[in-house]
């Protein structure tokens, strides 16, 4: 039953890149506690949804943000102290920790700290933005404190536990659920014109000559399908940056292309996307799950292996592996059903369900007679002493998770001239990846 409130469930969200706060968002909105505007009425209160974004090389830019299409009643650029400062100000329900696994740990230590000795405090919920196919251990590890750890799948719930009970930490804070922005209608049939769309990503493959080839094999597959209109989907413009450092942008290798004109770079939301695709390609993107959910013929590239290092050894046993010669022929993958089933993807119509063990848990929580425990993450300065420090501060956070002496802004609102600074900070930052760094690297190789 939905707890009876006139209150409206308040969530924070804490997310560092564009895809992140896409899954932090779409995750609050899916596991809010239901709440009755009034006792009988049937009527249900929407979340106040308060997101901030971590400041650093990746904080997403007005455009990224419009262009993952989510509301926020507030939205605020703050670093982790700031944020910290925060949650002592406004109280919270559920706070949602969108963020690299080091900035997990950092600001689990920190709230620890700030909510000692209250009676009450939010519950805190971490995970992952997509496909988990690296540093398993390190990643959950680092998770491990949150309330509920989220897990897109069967599979990877399994594997979550696994890690957290073989390191001997509490793994009752797995939780299963699935990706938050699936959704979409099912593929019915091909559209006219036939459309084929390769998902960029921003660092998979990372040297120019494995992007120029599979940029190469794009454009030649659509000269020689001229009946058909290929998209290169790209997730960034020049300039803006994702969870990963793009810095070689495939607009900047098109430039010295003379594509044929039934090839286009486009941007845009993922989902009004497939809307028109007929077949999905990429090497490793969770596109490729969006893809599978909705029925669409979905392709997971060989042509430069099937490796760890590009993420693709994943898709192994789904059905989807072939490569530009087979899909130049006309080949559309079939994917397992199996494999499918145990990815979070939820083709078969549990999606509607997926998130109500996650809703459950927090209302719960939020529900029950006595008040939480104190967050406990498995690492600590006696379980990891020459590790957890270093993490801490990266965030201006000392072991015991207090700021350390002369942090930045850590007693007062960051001014004008700062923000400033700050904002030329990042603008050359960005500059210096994508520019400078490759000409360096280049003239290293001569």
């Not at 009988?40 to 830019?61: C, I, K, M, N």
């Not at 590239?301 to 590009?310: F, M, N, Y």
């Not at 499918?340 to 063990?357: E, L, M, P």
């Not at 850590?410 to 500059?431: C, F, K, T």
């Amino acid at each position: 039953m939905p707890v009876s409130t006139a209150n409206p469930p308040r969530i924070a969200v804490l997310a560092d890149s564009d895809t992140r706060w896409k899954w932090g968002a779409l995750t609050a909105t899916r596991i809010a506690p239901s709440m009755e505007a009034g006792a009988g009425s049937g009527a249900q209160v929407a979340p106040v949804l308060d997101g901030f974004l971590l400041r650093g090389r990746a904080t997403p830019t007005p455009r990224q943000l419009a262009e993952v299409g989510v509301h926020a009643d507030s939205l605020s650029e703050v670093t982790a102290l700031e944020f910290l400062r925060a949650m002592t100000r406004t109280p919270y329900d559920v706070l949602v920790l969108a963020l690299v696994g080091g900035g997990v740990q950092a600001i689990l230590h920190g709230l620890k700290r700030i909510w000692e000795g209250r009676t009450e405090r939010p519950v805190v919920v971490t995970g992952y933005v997509g496909v988990v196919y690296e540093k398993l251990a390190d990643g959950l590890l680092l998770r491990h404190g949150a309330d509920l750890v989220l897990a897109n799948s069967r599979q990877d719930a399994e594997r979550f536990r696994a890690v957290y009970e073989g390191v001997g930490a509490d793994a009752s804070s797995v939780t299963e659920v699935a990706l938050p922005f699936l959704g979409g209608s099912p593929y019915t049939g091909e559209h006219d014109p036939y459309t084929v769309v390769f998902a960029a990503q921003p660092s998979v493959p990372e040297n120019r000559r494995d992007r120029t080839y599979l940029l190469d094999r794009l454009v030649r597959h659509a000269r020689l399908h001229p009946e058909r209109e290929v998209l290169l989907k790209l997730r960034s413009k020049p300039g803006e940056h994702t969870t990963h450092i793009e810095e070689l942008p495939y607009q900047k290798l098109a430039q010295k292309l003379d594509p044929p004109p039934n090839f286009r770079l486009v941007y845009g939301n993922m989902g009004e996307v497939l809307d028109r695709t007929d077949l999905m390609v990429t090497v490793s993107s969770t596109a490729a799950l969006e893809s599978l959910h909705r029925r669409v013929p979905t392709a997971v590239l060989t042509d430069l292996g099937v490796r760890e290092a590009l993420g693709n050894h994943h898709f192994v046993g789904s059905g989807c592996l072939a490569s530009w010669d087979q899909l130049d022929a006309g080949h559309r993958p079939a994917p397992d059903e199996e494999w499918v089933a145990r990815q979070g993807v939820a083709a078969d119509g549990s999606y509607a369900t997926a998130f109500d063990a996650a809703r459950e848990r927090i209302g719960k929580a939020l529900g029950g007679p006595g008040r939480l425990p104190p967050l406990a993450p498995y690492y600590t300065p006696a379980t990891a002493p020459g590790y957890l420090p270093g993490i801490l501060a990266r965030h201006h956070l000392g072991p015991d998770g207090s700021p350390l002496p002369g942090a930045p802004a850590a007693d007062r609102e960051p001014g004008p001239v700062r923000q400033i600074v700050r904002r030329a900070a990042r603008g050359a930052y960005r500059h210096g990846v994508q520019r400078v760094a490759p000409v360096i690297r280049r003239m290293g190789e001569l």
